[in-house]
T-cell receptor
Framework: RKEVEQDPGPFNVPEGATVAFNCTYS??????FFWYRQDCRKEPKLLMS???SGNEDGRFTAQLNRASQYISLLIRDSKLSDSATYLC??????????????FGSGTQLTVLP | ETGVTQTPRHLVMGMTNKKSLKCEQH?????MYWYKQSAKKPLELMFV???????ENNSVPSRFSPECPNSSHLFLHLHTLQPEDSALYLC???????????FGEGSWLTVV
């Protein structure tokens, strides 16, 4: 089983659509969770951290279900500029240790005009 | 302007060459990383330096040799590479007790 597993994608959605990505992780001791965004041929950039109570940043909502070891990202009112690969990232060593950030393979999103 | 800069951005090298990738971070972080990203594969952690000491080496072949002279600079020395080593090499940094890492723009390496 992969340590961090994501929807394979690709997701092709029209502008204005709502799209959701899922991610599961294998280590129940994991404490820190993130979504990164990677544009084509660019470096990954932090999109948002994921908190236990769920958190929102504009059109983006992240949720965590520790019991199911499941993380989600919801994008509302998709824009063309949201087209990218979204990476689920889990700290497998626990809080305070950035040494073991494990990346999922990513889910590719294309927002169509 | 990125807080983590990498040079060169693109590198083509023969299998017998020796070259180095350079990374510099301007964020005051005390941990630095090398990641490898190959096509259709997830990011692979190669090396971790914390307070200039190597704390992680994920079974990387010896043809890759990291060097961290201080907390702001990180090198990856390359020698006798193979074509399958062609990939995007990403440097990153973080604050030791934090969890978010910040990437440089990457060095595209092609081994011919």
């Amino acid at each position: 089983r992969k340590e961090v597993e994501q929807d394979p994608g690709p997701f092709n959605v029209p502008e204005g659509a709502t799209v959701a990505f899922n991610c599961t992780y294998s280590n129940s001791a994991s404490q820190s969770f993130f979504w990164y965004r990677q544009d084509c041929r660019k470096e990954p950039k932090l999109l948002m951290s994921v908190y236990s109570s769920g958190n929102e940043d504009g059109r983006f909502t992240a949720q965590l279900n520790r019991a199911s070891q499941y993380i989600s990202l919801l994008i509302r009112d998709s824009k063309l500029s949201d087209s990218a690969t979204y990476l689920c990232v889990v700290n497998m060593r626990g809080f305070g240790s950035a040494r073991q950030l494990t990346f999922g393979s990513g889910t590719q999103l294309t927002v169509l005009p | 302007e990125t807080g983590v800069t990498q040079t060169p951005r693109h590198l083509v090298m023969g299998m017998t060459n020796k070259k180095s990738l350079k990374c510099e971070q301007h964020l005051g972080h005390n941990a630095m990383y090398w990641y490898k990203q190959s096509a259709k594969k997830p990011l692979e952690l190669m090396f971790v330096y914390s307070l200039e000491e190597r704390v992680e080496n994920n079974s990387v072949p010896s043809r890759f040799s990291p060097e961290c002279p201080n907390s702001s600079h990180l090198f990856l020395h390359l020698h006798t590479l193979q074509p399958e080593d062609s990939a995007l090499y990403l440097c990153a940094s973080s604050h030791g007790s934090g969890n978010t890492i910040y990437f440089g723009e990457g060095s595209w390496l092609t081994v011919v």
